[in-house]
C-alpha cells in the first residue's frame, strides 16, 4: 500500500506556564538548542532523546505538545529502527487527554512505523491499545493519524493476527465511512492490508467490511477505489465469501466493470482481477457477461501495460469456462487478441491464459471449433509449441485435443501437418505435454478421412515419427498412456489403409508389444462390452479404473491381432468407445505428476471437451 495521509498540523507556539521543574527547563533549553542544529543531532539516542522523555513523561501539557510535535518533525525527515527507550515516551504521549498531543504523537509513530522492525516493537509494547482509543475520538485529525498507523502495521504479516484481535476491525470499518476523505483512505488501506490471509478477511466479513468495501467502490477518490477492488478481490478470493457477495451485493459485478473504465491504471487492472476472482463461480461468469464486462476487457487485452493484459487474460480465461459464454466472447471479437497473446512471450501466464480460453472456447460447438481453427490458432500453435515453456506446451497440446474432436476438423489439422509437431512433443519431459499429445494424435486418427497419407508420412519422422511414439506408450509403466496406444493402432487399422496396417504389422516392436499385452488376463469384473462403440462416442477418453483398464489394454491388443490376422477372429468391424464422464471443473489441465489418477485427469480433460 502506499503512505498513509498525515493529518499532523503546523507546530503550534506553546506560552509554557511560569513554575517548570529544574530538569524540565533544562530539557526545554536543551531542546531548543538540538533543534537549532537538526541536520547534525541524532535525536534518538543520548541527550536530545532524553530531553525529550523528559518533556514526554511532564504533567505540564505545554510540554508534552512540544514533545509530540518535535518527534512528529524529526521522524517526518528520518526514520530508522529504534528500541524501547524511544518508543516509550512516543507510546505514553498517545495516552495524553489533549487531541494535540494525540495528533503529532500518533503521526510520529505512524512515522516510525514505516520501519518493519519497528512495527513489530510498537505491537509488542502494546501500541495498538491507545491507537484504538483514538480512532474512536471525535476529533478526525487524531483519527486520521491513528488510523494511518494501524495501516502501517498491518502491512507486516506477523502484525495482522493481532490486529484483527485487538477489536480494531470494528472501528477501521466505521472509519471507511468517514466524511474526511484522508480518514476513509487510511481506513481502506487499512482494510486491504488486512485482507491477506483467509482467517483475517473472515474476520472483516464479520465486522461487516463487505457493504462498506463494496459502496466505497463508487467513491470519486482513486486511492480508496482502488483499496476497496483490491480488497473485495481478496475476499472473493474464497468461495464462501463469493457465496455470501453474490447473496447481499447485486451490485457488485457493474462497479466493477464500470471500474474496469476508470482513468486510474491501477483501478482498472484491480477491477480486472476482483471480477477474474469471482469468475471462479457459475453465477459470475455469467453476470460479467450479462452486465457488459467483455468490452472493457477486450480493451484492456489490446493494452500494452503488462498488468492490464495479465489481469484481463486472466478473467477472460475464467468467464470462458461457461459454455453459455462460449459463443458470446467469440463474437465479440476475441479470438484475433487471444491468438496474437499466444506469443507473447514475455509472460507465459499470459501465453497460458490465451491458449487455455481457446480451449474453453472450442469445448462445446462445433460452430467455435471452426471459428478458432478459422481465425489461425492451430497455424500459430503450430509455429509455437516446441519452444514455449511446459505450461503452455501442456496447454496448447490440450487445446488440439479438443479441436481434433471435430470429424469435420481432423482432414484440416491433418493437412496442416499438426501431427508433425505433435509427434516429438510425445516424448517431452512433461508426462502432462505427452498425454496431451497422445491424446490429440489419438482422435486425428479417429474416423480421421478417407485419406490416411498423413499418417503414413509421418510413420517414421519426425523424431522416430508415429512409430516411436506408440512402441514407446504400449512399454510405458503407465496403464494410461498404454491404453492411448492401443487406442490409437485401433483406429488406425480400422481405417484399412493398406500401407497404414501394413506399417503396423511390419514393426516386429511393435507387434511384440502388442502379443505381450493381449496376454494379459480379462477384467475380473463385468460390465461394458468394450468392442461395442455407439455413434459420436469414437475419440479416446480412458475411465479411470485401473483393473477394468488393464482388461480394456488386453482387449484392444486381441483386437489389433485380429486386424493384422494374427489372432482368432470374431470381432471384425467391431469399434471401441467409452462412455462420456464428466469431465473437470476449471478449464485448465492440472498439474501433473507420475500417477495414474492425475494422468487421467489431464487426458480427461484434454479429450472430453469439457471445461
Keep these: 500500500m502506499g503512505g498513509v495521509s498525515s493529518c499532523c498540523g503546523p507546530r503550534r507556539k506553546n506560552n509554557y506556564e511560569p513554575l517548570l521543574l529544574e530538569n524540565e527547563r533544562e530539557a526545554v533549553a536543551d531542546l531548543l538548542q538540538y533543534l537549532e542544529n537538526r541536520t547534525t543531532t541524532n535525536f534518538f539516542s543520548g541527550s536530545p532523546l532524553a530531553a525529550l522523555t523528559t518533556l514526554s513523561f511532564s504533567d505540564n501539557v ?15 525527515k528520518e526514520v530508522r529502527e529504534v528500541g524501547r527507550d524511544t518508543l516509550d515516551p512516543v507510546l505514553y504521549l498517545l495516552t495524553s487527554h489533549d487531541h494535540e498531543v494525540q495528533r503529532a504523537a500518533s503521526a510520529a509513530l505512524g512515522n516510525l512505523a514505516v520501519n518493519a522492525e519497528n512495527k513489530l516493537l510498537i505491537v509488542s509494547l502494546g501500541g495498538l491499545e491507545p491507537l484504538i482509543r483514538q480512532m474512536l475520538s471525535s476529533n478526525v485529525e487524531v483519527q486520521c493519524n491513528a488510523v494511518g498507523c494501524i495501516t502501517n502495521l498491518a502491512t507486516h504479516d506477523e502484525n495482522k493476527t493481532q490486529i484483527a484481535k485487538s477489536g480494531a476491525l470494528i472501528p477501521l470499518t466505521r472509519l471507511a465511512k468517514s466524511k474526511d476523505m484522508r480518514v476513509q483512505r487510511n481506513a481502506t488501506g487499512a482494510l486491504l492490508n488486512m485482507t491477506h490471509s483467509d482467517e483475517n478477511r473472515q474476520q472483516l466479513v464479520s465486522a461487516g467490511a463487505i457493504p462498506v468495501l463494496v459502496s466505497l467502490l463508487n467513491s470519486p477518490d482513486t486511492d480508496v477505489q482502488y483499496y476497496c477492488t483490491t480488497a473485495l478481490s481478496n475476499i472473493a478470493v474464497d ?78 480465461r475464467n468467464v470462458s469456462i461457461h459454455p ?26 499470459v501465453q497460458c491464459h490465451a491458449i487455455s480460453t481457446l480451449r474453453n472456447l472450442a469445448a462445446s460447438s462445433e460452430r467455435n471449433k471452426g471459428a478458432i481453427v478459422e481465425a489461425g490458432a492451430v497455424e500459430r500453435i503450430k509455429e ?3 519452444t514455449v515453456p511446459l ?48 491424446a490429440a494424435l489419438g482422435n486425428l486418427s479417429s474416423k480421421a478421412a478417407e485419406d490416411y497419407a498423413p499418417f503414413n508420412a509421418v510413420w517414421n519422422k519426425p523424431d522416430g515419427g508415429l512409430h516411436a511414439y506408440l512402441v514407446r506408450f504400449l512399454s510405458s509403466a503407465d496403464i494410461t498412456f498404454q491404453h492411448i496406444a492401443v487406442w490409437t493402432i485401433v483406429q488406425l487399422l480400422e481405417a484399412e489403409d493398406d500401407q497404414l ?21 480379462p477384467p475380473s469384473r463385468g460390465g461394458r462390452d468394450l468392442t461395442q462403440g455407439s455413434e459420436g462416442e469414437d475419440d479416446y477418453e480412458d475411465d479411470g479404473l485401473d483393473g477394468e483398464g488393464e482388461g480394456e489394454i488386453a482387449t484392444l491388443a486381441r483386437r489389433i491381432l485380429d486386424l493384422t490376422e494374427e489372432g482368432a477372429s470374431g470381432n471384425e468391424g467391431s469399434h471401441f468407445s467409452h462412455q462420456p464422464e464428466p469431465s473437470g471443473g476449471g478449464g485448465n489441465v492440472g498439474s501433473l505428476g507420475s500417477e495414474h489418477a492425475a494422468l487421467r485427469a489431464s487426458v480427461h480433460r484434454a479429450l472430453s471437451g469439457g471445461h
Design 62 to 76: 505545554d510540554l508534552q505538545r512540544s514533545a509530540a510535535l518535535a518527534f512528529a518533525e524529526i521522524t517526518e
Design 239 to 316: 468461495g464462501t465469501n463469493r457465496k455470501r457477495l453474490a447473496s447481499s451485493e447485486p451490485k457488485l459485478v457493474q462497479s466493477l466493470v464500470q471500474l474496469m473504465d476508470s482513468q486510474s491504471l491501477k483501478v482498472q487492472c484491480q477491477a480486472a482481477l476482483a471480477l477474474r476472482n469471482l469468475a471462479s463461480d457459475e453465477k459470475y461468469q455469467l453476470e460479467i457477461v450479462k452486465f457488459d464486462g467483455l468490452k472493457p476487457l477486450l480493451r484492456l487485452l489490446h493494452s500494452s501495460y503488462l498488468p492490464l493484459i495479465l489481469s484481463a487474460a486472466a478473467c477472460v
Design 501 to 521: 496396417t501394413n506399417n503396423i504389422r511390419s514393426s516386429p516392436i511393435l507387434m511384440s508389444s502388442i502379443r505381450q499385452l493381449a496376454t494379459s488376463p
Design 324 to 349: 453459455a459464454n462460449e459463443s458470446p466472447i467469440i463474437d465479440s471479437g476475441f479470438l484475433q487478441p487471444l491468438i496474437e497473446l499466444l506469443s507473447f512471450d514475455e509472460n507465459e501466464e
Design 391 to 438: 505450461a503452455v506446451q501442456s496447454e496448447m497440446t490440450a487445446c488440439v485435443a479438443v479441436l481434433a474432436l471435430s470429424d469435420d476438423l481432423k482432414p484440416q489439422l491433418l493437412e496442416m501437418g499438426i501431427c508433425e509437431v505433435l509427434i516429438p512433443l510425445t516424448n517431452s519431459s512433461s508426462v502432462e505435454v505427452q498425454g496431451n499429445s497422445a
Design 384 to 386: 509455437l509449441v516446441l
